[in-house]
């Protein structure tokens, strides 16, 4: 008999999501103590092993929610059906876009396209890189970071304290900071980092500029012992889904992004 439960124990978290690390990448992460108290978990469990698992991230201002289903998608479906009443009233949502239909009675969603899943699958393709063009970045550099992000990528999912992790390189032109490479998730314990927060500068594009500060992250990250790195991007990004492959990503899952709101 299946039960939803809240999960408290990070082994039981992380031994089912190590079981599809490349989908499950994020919550990885997320056990780290770094973001732990900042999550809320919750999975269908049926004989004492997890089949689906929820997770409610609240670390910035607009909560959110991720669900990617094992498939087949029936049993996600249930859960995500059970977790309506305890869900926040708006958020933000990662999904298997055939669960997405679940909220519909209850949420106004509003979907913002496919994103594909993409995994760091050939690591040798980082070796004919030259990153040495872009720098570590840290917490004086926070404004600048702010800046660039204001003027090329507004509406961003960042947080300044993530400059903490030391996961952030970014290219310079004199004093101007102009393409920056970063990530949403990263754990030294978990042996996992989920690149984000990547643009350039509109007045400095196609210069390659972004492919040089994500290729000395992704050295970074392959040198420190990060055993699976990832990213997400949309579906259409043809351009910026080029250069993850130039980089070695390959695409491993596609869901869609939704913001959910009150009816």
Same mark, same amino acid.
């Given at each position: 008999?299946?039960?939803?439960? &809240?999960?408290?124990?990070?082994?039981?978290?992380?031994?089912?999501?190590?079981?599809?690390?490349?989908?499950?990448?994020?919550?990885?992460?997320?056990?780290?103590?770094?973001?732990? !108290?900042?999550?809320?978990?919750?999975?269908?469990?049926?004989?004492?092993?997890?089949?689906?698992?929820?997770?409610?991230?609240?670390?910035?201002?607009?909560?959110?929610?991720?669900?990617?289903?094992?498939?087949?998608?029936?049993?996600?479906?249930?859960?995500?059906?059970?977790?309506?009443?305890?869900? !926040?009233?708006?958020?933000?949502?990662?999904?298997?876009?055939?669960?997405?239909?679940?909220?519909?009675?209850?949420?106004?969603?509003?979907?913002?396209?496919?994103?594909?899943?993409?995994?760091?699958?050939?690591?040798?393709?980082?070796?004919?890189?030259?990153?040495?063009?872009?720098?570590?970045?840290?917490?004086? /550099?926070?404004?600048?970071?702010?800046?660039?992000?204001?003027?090329?990528?507004?509406?961003?999912?960042?947080?300044?304290?993530?400059?903490?992790?030391? &996961?952030?390189?970014?290219?310079?032109?004199?004093?101007?900071?102009?393409?920056?490479?970063?990530?949403?998730?990263?754990?030294?314990?978990?042996?996992?980092?989920?690149?984000?927060?990547?643009?350039?500068?509109?007045?400095?594009?196609?210069?390659?500029?972004?492919?040089?500060?994500?290729?000395?992250? &992704?050295?970074?990250?392959?040198?420190?012992?990060?055993?699976?790195?990832?990213?997400?991007?949309?579906?259409?990004?043809?351009?910026?889904?080029? &250069?993850?492959?130039?980089?070695?990503?390959?695409?491993?899952? /596609?869901?869609?992004?939704?913001?959910?709101? !009150?009816?």
């Amino acid at each position: 008999m299946a039960e939803v439960v &809240c999960l408290h124990a990070k082994d039981e978290v992380e031994r089912f999501c190590r079981g599809n690390p490349s989908l499950h990448l994020y919550a990885l992460g997320d056990l780290d103590d770094f973001f732990w !108290p900042h999550t809320t978990w919750y999975a269908l469990r049926e004989r004492g092993q997890v089949r689906q698992l929820v997770l409610l991230y609240t670390g910035q201002p607009l909560p959110c929610v991720l669900a990617y289903a094992e498939q087949p998608a029936g049993p996600m479906r249930d859960l995500l059906r059970e977790l309506l009443r305890v869900l !926040p009233r708006r958020f933000y949502a990662h999904l298997t876009e055939e669960i997405a239909d679940v909220l519909a009675d209850d949420f106004r969603i509003r979907p913002h396209g496919t994103y594909h899943k993409m995994g760091l699958t050939d690591r040798s393709r980082l070796a004919g890189f030259d990153g040495s063009g872009a720098v570590a970045l840290a917490a004086a /550099d926070t404004d600048d970071l702010l800046a660039l992000y204001a003027a090329s990528y507004p509406g961003n999912w960042f947080v300044p304290r993530m400059l903490e992790t030391g &996961c952030y390189y970014g290219i310079r032109r004199g004093p101007v900071l102009v393409s920056v490479a970063g990530v949403h998730v990263y754990s030294p314990r978990y042996k996992v980092a989920a690149l984000g927060n990547i643009t350039t500068r509109p007045d400095a594009r196609g210069q390659g500029l972004a492919t040089t500060a994500t290729a000395r992250l &992704c050295q970074e990250l392959v040198r420190a012992g990060i055993e699976h790195v990832g990213l997400n991007v949309k579906a259409d990004n043809r351009s910026a889904i080029a &250069c993850y492959r130039k980089l070695g990503f390959e695409r491993v899952a /596609d869901y869609g992004e939704y913001t959910v709101e !009150p009816m």
